[in-house]
């Protein structure tokens, strides 16, 4: 049974939060990575409380969450939740027709690609990205992490990787200049301070931004560490359908 008139359906919750022009730019620039309401306002040319209002729009719809940056207290970070989207976006298809539910992509097929993930110590987030990238792509992706200032690898993080069968105990802290001059596909910092440090690279890959708190500075020990390997784990699960899209249009 209908439960709404033709014509009368409410749209669904994502077609009214992405639905205007300024929002859908916003989806659009941090589906690439996290970015602060001053790189919004100028990659959008948009004055800033227009920027910060349908900020508002989009955490409010729960399609954008936001993190107070670590390397500057006065900056806010935005997530793109993309898991979320792919949800929602399936549901805007149902909501038209049955036939029009979008069902999930399969996983990216391994891609060829030279990774850095890049932050503060080299000690738990970086060499956690690093180790779930080589261990998800089977090595086809070559991973690489580094720090501008090294400390040993973090306990925790060794055993959390442990639990998921990827071991660290061998892993070394390395500092960012070991990788001067190299060329990367992708660069990603995962530390709002290293961001403000991070050096040009050649071929000037734009570095993509994952504001992820540091574990070690959490109160919650190695649960702490577990919920981020989550989020880079699902990250990187999107990262690779970016890598294998970039890859096809190459060839």
Same mark, same amino acid.
């Given at each position: ?5 033709? !014509? ?9 939060? /992405?639905? #205007?022009? =300024? ?15 001053? &790189? ?13 209002? #349908? ?31 792919? @949800?929602?976006?399936?549901?805007? !298809? ?34 956690? /990205? ?8 089977? @090595? ?13 690898? #973090? ?25 001067? !001059? ?17 050096? &040009?690279?050649? !071929?000037?890959?734009?570095?993509? #931004? ?6 070690? /500075?959490?109160?919650? @020990? ?5 919920? =981020? ?23």
């Amino acid at each position: 049974m209908v439960s709404e008139t033709p !014509g009368t359906m409410t749209p669904p919750r994502f077609v009214t939060a /992405a639905g #205007h022009p =300024v929002r859908w730019r916003l989806l659009g620039e941090l589906a690439g990575g996290d970015l602060a309401v001053r &790189e919004l306002t100028a990659l959008l040319g948009q004055p800033q409380n227009l920027v910060s209002y #349908h900020l508002g729009k989009l955490r409010k719809a729960e399609l954008v969450t936001a993190r107070r940056s670590s390397a500057d207290g006065r900056d806010t970070y935005y997530s793109l939740d993309l898991a979320r989207c792919r @949800g929602l976006l399936s549901d805007v !298809g149902d909501a038209l027709h049955p036939g029009l539910r979008l069902t999930g992509p399969a996983p990216a097929a391994p891609a060829a690609g030279r990774v850095l993930f890049l932050c503060t110590a080299n000690s738990s987030r970086s060499q956690m /990205a690093e180790a779930l990238l080589r261990d998800r792509t089977g @090595g086809a992706v070559r991973a690489f992490s580094a720090g501008s200032t090294p400390k040993p690898i #973090h306990p925790h993080a060794v055993g959390v990787m442990a639990a998921r069968g990827i071991d660290l105990t061998t892993a070394r802290p390395k500092h960012l200049d070991e990788f001067s !001059g190299q060329r990367f596909d992708v660069v990603i910092t995962l530390c709002d301070r290293v961001k403000e440090v991070c050096p &040009e690279f050649p !071929g000037h890959p734009r570095p993509v #931004h994952w504001s992820i708190a540091d574990p070690a /500075a959490e109160p919650g @020990g190695p649960p702490a560490f577990e919920h =981020v390997a989550d989020a880079l784990s699902q990250r990187i699960d999107f990262l690779l359908h970016t890598l294998t899209h970039r890859q096809e249009k190459a060839s």
